[in-house]
């Protein structure tokens, strides 16, 4: 199962509409996480992992992979994916360890998210998974590069989704 997350929380997000064409180019089961978690919070946390960091948690542990597409705000990756990834580590054992990921962004400037993607690799390292370094998928102007129906319609961009999903598969089954 393929595992998309997208750092935006609007159900129109060009982040969600990208994870999900990632999951049309990779094939099989696919399922979304919901990054709408409370703020991480140490006092929350001495009360108990929030069912839906746990709910996270355990979808990545279970996923043969895991692809992310993320916004760019203000020249990083978002703070709800940033929560997210902080309220994961503090989950039991390490669902990252060795879980193949690969980082993409949707964002509505000319860079197409890239600083956001290098500042999510930089949150990632500490868990160890193995970044598959594909083909950088940076969409730019994503306001335009999907239909109405969410549908990615620029081809350089869906041969691109197409390649890093095929190598994803690969690294994910081998």
Known sequence: MLLGISGALR????????VRAAARAYGG???????NL???????????IPD???VLADQIARAEAVVISTPEY???LSGVLKNA???VSRTEGNPWLDKPVVIMSAAAGRAGGERAQFSLRLC???????IV???EILVAKSGEQFDADGTLTNPFHAKQLDGAMALLRRVAQS
Do not use: I, M
């Open 38 to 48: 409370p703020l991480y919070d140490g006092d929350l946390e001495a009360v108990g």
């Open 124 to 130: 990632l390292v500490p868990f160890r998974p193995v």
């Open 52 to 54: 839906a960091v746990q």
């Open 11 to 18: 159900a129109t997000s060009t982040n969600r509409y990208l």
């Open 74 to 76: 203000n020249k990083a």
């Open 85 to 87: 990834l902080d309220w």
């Open 29 to 35: 089961d696919y399922a979304e996480a919901d990054l």
């Open 133 to 135: 370094n594909a083909a």
